[in-house]
Structure formats: C-alpha cells, structure tokens
C-alpha cells in the first residue's frame, strides 16, 4: 500500500529537485520533513528517482506448498506495491521451512528442480551477505509478508536489523510503504503482523502435535516400521476419507526379520552378551538374520550389524507391542534422544511383541552394568597384561561396581578389588561411605564356587534344598501387594465404564445445558481418580521390580533334567569353567558389612543340554594330576585398617528362568 502523497513527489521524473541532494542546495525547493532527516528515519536513497529493490521470497517445504505457483505469486504482489520508479534487479528465494535457525537458513532444497520462472540471486545467506557490500545492487527489500522472511519473530528481526546496519530497508506488500513521515505506526503495524505469525505457526504446530498423540495413543504407526516389522494397511477409520483411499497403519512381524529381533533379546537377556558379540553372532549367518536397511535405501546399506544398531534395536520400546512415538527429537533437536519420560504411549498393546515387556524393562534397566567389560575372558589388549581371571565382570560388590582381578607378583594369591579411589575420580561424595579397599581372595571364592555347583545344581540333594528354600520364603508381602493391584484394577475398570457412559450422555446434550456441564465435571472427577488409582498400581508395580528375584516351583523340574555329577571344578580347566560361568550366567555379590558372599546363577531353558555337556566335561577326571592346594587361614575380605575378617563363602541363590 502506498502513500498517494509521496507518490505524487517521488513518481514524477520531470519534476526538478527530486533527489534530497538538490532539495539541499535549493532553499526554495520544499525541505524534507523533520523525521526524513532523523537518525530514525529509512535510507535516504528511498527518496530518489529511482530505486532499486531486491524481491526475497521463501516457501514451505515441496510436501507443504507448490514452490513454483507460491514464488510467482509473492512476486507479483511485491510488484504491484511498488511505485513506478522503484525497478527489482535481484532475486532471493529459497524452498526451506522458515522456522529454521538463522544459521542455517539459505541450505534448503534444490530450486532448480521446481522450473521456477524466476532468476535466482540465491538465498536469504546471500542476500544478507550482500546487503553488507558498500557496491551492493539494490537500496531495498520488499517481500510478500514479513512471514516470508521467518515463522518466528526472533528470526525476523535478527534480518530486520542487519538490514537496517547496512542501510538497507526492509519492505512488505502487506504493509503501508511510506517514504517519509512518522514510522512508529507502520513498526506496530509489522509488529502485530509478526505477532499473529508466531501465534499462527504455535496453533498449528500443537493442534499438529496433539492429533500425532492421539494417532499413536489409538494404536496407529508413524514412519517407517522398526526392523522386524511390517506396514499392514487398515481402512481409514474416517469414512469421508475411506472413500477417498486413504488407509493408516499397524505392525506385524516381517517373517525372519521379526524371528531376529526376539533371538537378539533372548542373547541379551539369558546369556549376557554385549552388542558387539550379539553383531558378530548375527553377522556369522546373514542368510538367517538379515540386515537391517537404513531410511535412505538399500544403496546406504552396510550389509552387516553392528554394535549401535543391535544397541538401538534392543531400546526401541515398539517391540514389546505398544505403539510409542516422540523416542526422538527429529526436528527440534536434530535427532537426539528424547529421556523415556516424554515418549507417548499407546494405552494397551496393538500389535504382537516381538520382546516381551518385563525383558525389555530389565535388560534395559541393566545395560550398563558390564560397560567396560570385555565379552571372552582373553588377555587384556595392554601390553603389561600376563594373565586372565576366571571370575572376571562376575563379581561385584555391595556398592554395585564390578571388583577387578589383581595378582601382586607371580605365584601371589589372587585378589578381587573395589578400589572406588582408583578410577572414581571427580565423584568422592558417591562413595564417601564406601572403605578405602574391599578384597576377596579368589581360592576361597572358587571353593565355595565349587561346593555351590556341587551341591545345588549337579549334586543329589540339589532337589530338597531348593524345595527347603522355596518354603522358607516368606511371601506375604508379595501376596498383599497382588491382592491391592487386583482390587484397583477392578477400579480402573469401573472408573472406565463410568466414563464411558457419561460420555455417551454428554455427546447428545447441549454443551451450554447445565445437566451436560454436569456431566462433564463428573467425567472430570472420574479421571483424576483414575489417573491417582494408576499411580497406585505403578507404586505396586515398582515394589514388585525391587524385591530380589527368586525361583519358583516350576525351577524344579528344570534342575532335575540336568545330570547328577560329582563335581571338583577347581581342577577343571579354567576355560571350560569359565564357559560354565557364563553360560549359567554366575553372579557374586560380596556384601563387606555383613561379611557375606551371595551367588545367584540363572540358567535358560534352552541351554540346559549345553550346561549338562560342559558339566560332564568337568566332572572328568584331569590328564594328570595337579597339585593339591592347602587352604589355611586366610584374610578372605578385608577392609581399612588391616582388620582381618572371614566370609562365610556359603550359600547362595539358585534362579533357573
């Protein structure tokens, strides 16, 4: 829009004295205004004959917009609302969204491709760029709306001001164009137009946001499916759209694919394994366990696992059936991973688990535990490394770090360590309670190592200790706590049914009757009782996870298809004790203030017939002799001070899943 006033002063070449130079020298030319020659006011080459104007332009991105139809048009209405004199030399778009931060503006897609009809200068960058030159082309920028310059307000003015440093004035179609004369109401008028942009933009995204919620909450896939999963399409639940073809869609396993993900949950869960041993298991047999694809195609992939996919594989929460959307900030934060509180559920599982939920809680809640550790007990990759330890990343202390092996000379007894001062640096006040040094002496842990396979898992009475064990647990607590969750999910359920029905009622009526009011602030009432009485069951659910996990009757029948031996395994070999080790996945807890030594071993169903060979293996005699070892008295934990204590190196946990 355009002052008819200036433009009868500036539109007209014949008139002499146009320039502000002329009116200068001219007193009896008219003088220019007070606020003309302010330090406030535009660029005084505005006031010319002839002005040159750069058009800057941007459009959505190609999913959004046409950016060949948009660009004409932002361009034509920068022309209609420019005087006659004024002559657009350059041209500045770009195909980007305008939400971006300024630094990365001017690197959107290829406009080349669109057949655009207009000559490209390049971009906001370049524009910016050449604003600053003092042999720069133009004297003015004129956009469609200040929109197109950014969605956000920040950005707009960040341009707006450099543009002004330069002596360059920014200009709008949708905005008075006023050469002289006050400008603080055209500033509010830009500003409120700014204003309302912003407003517009924040509606749209969180009404967007909301309906990508919901979507998932109904169970509904978003993206590409995860590995082991494939896109099956429902018929849109809208019947308007139904009819126009569009369907949405839910996951169900791919065949091998899905076969692949459970079989890397069960190596992770039963048998400990890191992510690089799961990579080089899968990578062994490709034909078995195919590789995963990535977004862009089948020309980007590798064609082998590695340790981060198996890593992400194991997080991805969709395996264990729930639909869950917002694991990743892809937009705002450019990809990296949202904490599990700001993921969005669906209410119930839709789709078949490919990973059951209790594995995927625990061997997520336990990831960390053996970083650092390498997964075969070969040598150390240090050069002064001479020798292994059998129990190496098996055993742990009350503190919860694993204790190193540690040998002072040749022929010295072996130690455990807990020396938090070593390689705990920076963090004093974790363990400020933990003592100077906890150590266990490895004969005494593997005789008692010993007797405890002997005896419990291979030895004849294995049977009657386990079934003493079972009945001297005391199960009340546990017992209580599934009565309570049954009696609240009974609430749940008819706080549900409730609401349901008043719902129904609720739709039919009038929303400014006060009867359906009612009924709303009683729907109201109902779901916060229902999201107090989830919160209970999940207290429930979280005393569940912290008691220790025991074994039950059905472990019976288990320990009794393995064999019964007569087993001496500290004669055995250490790498086939080792294997047994692992593979019955040992864990031994040394707790330094009781002056105790807890083992717990868990042993897979599925590996029960590998568990009876290497045991068999172990009860055979030696190739020769070895020396006996006498066991005296020895410092078997030891903690400040040089107090000597003893473990009972007794006992233990026996939990076969």
């Known amino acids: 829009m355009i002052d008819p006033g200036e433009l009868s002063r500036a539109a007209d070449p014949g008139r002499p004295g146009l320039g502000p130079a002329s009116r200068a020298t001219d007193p009896a030319r008219p003088a ?17 004959r002839e002005v040159r104007v750069a058009f800057a332009g941007r459009t959505s991105t190609e999913e959004q917009q046409d950016p060949r139809q948009s660009l004409i048009r932002q361009l034509g209405r920068a022309k209609s609302a420019l005087p006659e004199t004024w002559v657009i030399v350059a041209h500045y778009y770009d195909v980007e969204s305008g939400r971006k931060d300024l630094e990365q503006r001017g690197h959107g897609a290829d406009v080349s491709r ?67 004369g006050p400008r603080a109401s055209a500033i509010l008028h830009r500003r409120i137009n700014q204003s309302v942009a912003e407003y517009e933009v924040w509606q749209t995204l969180e009404s967007s946001w909301g309906g990508l919620c919901t979507h998932v ?8 499916p995860p590995y082991g999963y494939r896109a099956k399409s429902v018929r849109h639940p809208n ?53 995963p694809e990535p977004v862009g195609g089948a020309h980007r992939a590798r064609g082998a696992w590695g340790k981060s996919t198996v890593a992400d594989l194991l997080r991805n929460p969709k395996y264990t059936g729930y639909q869950v959307f917002n694991r990743r900030a892809s937009r705002s934060r450019h990809g990296a991973v949202n904490g599990p509180e700001k993921w969005v559920w669906s209410e119930q ?43 190496r990343g098996m055993v742990h202390c009350t503190c919860g770090r694993r204790m190193a092996g540690n040998v002072r000379e040749p022929g010295a007894p072996v130690w455990y360590i807990c020396w938090p001062k070593a390689n705990n640096r920076g963090r004093d006040d974790k363990l400020d309670q933990h003592p100077k040094t906890v150590r266990i002496r490895e004969d005494v842990l593997e005789k008692a190592i010993g007797e405890f396979y002997a005896e419990r898992v291979f030895g ?72 107090v009485t989830l919160a209970k069951i999940q207290e429930l659910d979280e005393a569940d996870d912290a008691e220790p996990e025991r074994p039950g009757p059905d472990n019976l029948q288990l320990l009794d298809a393995l ?64 020396p006996t070892r006498t066991l005296s008295r020895v410092d078997a934990v030891r903690a400040p001070g040089r107090i000597r204590t003893c473990a009972p190196a007794s006992g233990g946990q026996c939990s076969i899943p």
């Open 217 to 224: 909450r109904d169970g509904w896939n978003i993206g590409k």
């Open 32 to 48: 220019l205004s007070d606020l003309a020659v302010s330090p406030f006011a535009l660029p005084m080459a505005l006031l010319e």
């Open 349 to 391: 599982p839709v789709h078949e688990p490919l990973i059951p939920k209790w594995m995927f809680d625990e061997f997520n809640a336990h990831r960390t535990e053996r970083r650092g550790s390498r997964q075969t007990n070969t040598l150390n990759s240090h050069p002064a490394t001479k020798r292994t330890y059998v129990f």
């Open 239 to 291: 019947s308007a759209k139904a009819d126009r073809g569009a369907t949405k869609s839910r996951l169900e396993p791919d065949g091998a694919r899905g076969e692949t993900v459970t079989q890397i949950a069960h190596w992770r869960y039963y048998r400990k394994l890191g992510y690089g041993a799961i990579a080089e298991a899968l990578n062994a047999d490709l034909e078995r366990y195919p590789p």
């Open 114 to 180: 669109f057949d655009i009809p207009i000559p490209r200068d390049g971009g906001i960058d370049d524009l910016l760029a050449e604003a600053s030159h003092p042999n720069r082309r133009f004297d003015v920028v004129i956009c469609e709306s200040m929109s197109r310059i950014a969605r956000r307000m920040y950005e707009t003015l960040a341009i707006e001001r450099q543009l002004e440093a330069a002596g360059v004035a920014l200009l709008a179609w949708n905005e008075p164009i006023k050469t002289d």
């Open 460 to 531: 004849r009475s294995r049977i009657t200790l386990l079934t003493a064990e079972l009945a001297s647990y005391d199960d009340r607590a546990a017992n209580e706590r599934a009565a309570e969750r049954g009696r609240l999910q009974k609430k749940i359920d008819d706080l549900t049914r409730r609401q349901a029905n008043l719902l129904r009622q609720a739709q039919d009526g009038d929303p400014d009757d006060p009867f359906t009011q009612g009924l709303r602030a009683t729907y109201n009432d109902l779901d916060a009782e229902r999201k």
């Open 563 to 626: 064999p019964e031996l007569a087993l001496k395994l500290h004669q055995a070999p250490e790498a086939l004790q080792r294997r047994l080790y692992e593979i019955t996945q040992l864990t031994v807890q040394l707790d330094h203030e009781r002056q105790e030594v807890k083992m717990m071993i868990k042993i897979p169903a599925v590996d029960l017939d590998q568990v009876a060979t290497l045991a068999e293996g172990a009860a055979k005699p030696p190739a020769r002799t070895a």
